[in-house]
């Protein structure tokens, strides 16, 4: 990586690049934290992703997707129901099994939610682009999470194309926010 610097263009090392970005996570990190990202970390993944949009695509639908799996934490579940882990923010949930013989399970990870472009109902095609993306525990309902995350009434730093329909109106349960 390189980087400008007074007397013109630096490679920057390993040790550089790795103590800025643990500088990045300490600013981004939650006081307590809670399984689900920290306003402030949720904000710059959320400009991260939109910055990847192509400008002709940005207002070409008001339509998405939202879909969620789950991520593994490579962390050894607690041995007792909320007992201590190593991986403190992971969670128990549930997966179902969609194929023949599978059985639905519990496993202990996270959900990473996804919101894609889709096309309108009789709309020309368009790029299915993710528009937004979040990693939070199981303790966490992974719909609300994302819709939070896009929902103008909820985050006004998080806006959507004007002709969405999560911005125009906000109403999940649990919420609290509806307009």
Known sequence: MLASWRSGLHRLSYRQ???????????L?????????????????????EASIPKRFKDATSSYAIDWTD???????????????????ASWGHRRGNGP???????????????????????SAIPELVRRCRVSSCRHDPVPQQLAS?????????????????TSRCRFAGSGHAS
């Not at 519990?106 to 109902?121: A, G, P």
């Open 17 to 27: 690049i790795e103590y800025t970005a643990s500088l990045i996570f300490r600013a």
């Open 71 to 89: 991520v593994a934490s490579f962390s050894r579940p607690p041995g007792e129901p909320e007992g201590p882990s190593a991986d403190p923010e």
């Open 150 to 166: 896009s929902c103008t009434t909820c985050s006004p730093t998080r806006a959507m194309p004007t002709r969405s329909p999560v």
């Open 29 to 49: 990190a939650k006081q307590r934290p809670d399984g689900a990202p920290s306003e402030d970390l949720q904000s710059l993944c959320d400009a991260l992703v």
């Open 101 to 123: 013989g599978q059985r639905d399970e519990l496993f202990f990870d996270y959900y990473l939610s996804l919101q894609t472009m889709v096309n309108d109902e009789h709309g």
